[in-house]
């Protein structure tokens, strides 16, 4: 079929039902309400992060600090303390994780 694209378009006005718009409305109505919430939502989780660099000199942090394990080493280059299934190298007397080796 033949199409005259000197024609003048129809507008997506034309084409529109009456029906319709109130239900957009009502919809749009919905979703602005929905998207309230969830702003009130982060605005209160905002309030409870801590910043870098805040001031903590008045916290207490209460850790109960264990020995290392017979089954325990600690990675020679990453200084994390890993169970033994994980040693990958000792060299010089210093034991490597399969993590820092790999």
Known sequence: MATDY????????DDEKPEAVPELKAQRNTNTNASN??????AALADSYELPGADL???EL????????ADEFTCASCFLVRHRSQ????KDG???CT???G
Do not use: N
């Open 37 to 42: 919430l969830i702003d009130e939502d982060e």
């Open 6 to 13: 000197d024609a003048p378009r129809r507008h997506a006005e």
């Open 57 to 59: 000199s008045g916290e």
């Open 94 to 96: 210093l034991l490597y």
């Open 62 to 69: 209460a850790v109960m600090v264990l020995p290392a394990q």
């Open 99 to 101: 993590d820092c080796e």
């Open 87 to 90: 040693i990958a190298l000792e």
